[in-house]
Nanobody
Framework: QVQLVESGGGLVQAGGSLRLSCAASGRTDSSYDISKYAMAWFRQTPGKERDFVSAISWRGRTIYYADSVKGRFTISRDYTKNTVYLQMNSLKPEDTAVYYC??????????????WGQGTQVSVSS
């Protein structure tokens, strides 16, 4: 059973930084090691659809960012810990959202990922 557990959210002032973590564990229904999956971050605000933020392929060779976070956010993964990080700098009030970690066999910028975490709240005050 696959588990994705996010952490690192919180309240920060505009211009500040946070680092989100997503710890992945388990094997998929087809007994595939979750470490071989692409990982991504999405975010969602009340009443709106879940938006893509960033994604990294399982080997780390392909990385995508939403235009709104390019130059401010950095995604990375630590294979020894099976953890994906999202370093968020120069945070803006419009970055306020629940941030979700996701895992999938194919990297992409849509919500077509196989596994999802429970989310962590990020709030940026002006």
């Amino acid at each position: 059973q696959v588990q994705l557990v996010e952490s690192g959210g919180g309240l920060v002032q505009a211009g500040g930084s946070l680092r989100l973590s997503c710890a992945a564990s388990g094997r998929t229904d087809s007994s595939y090691d979750i470490s071989k999956y692409a990982m991504a971050w999405f975010r969602q605000t009340p009443g709106k659809e879940r938006d893509f933020v960033s994604a990294i392929s399982w080997r780390g060779r392909t990385i995508y960012y939403a235009d709104s976070v390019k130059g401010r956010f950095t995604i990375s993964r630590d294979y020894t810990k099976n953890t994906v990080y999202l370093q968020m700098n120069s945070l803006k009030p419009e970055d306020t959202a629940v941030y979700y970690c996701a895992a999938g066999l194919v990297i992409g910028m849509t919500s077509e990922y196989d596994y999802w975490g429970q989310g962590t709240q990020v709030s940026v005050s002006s």
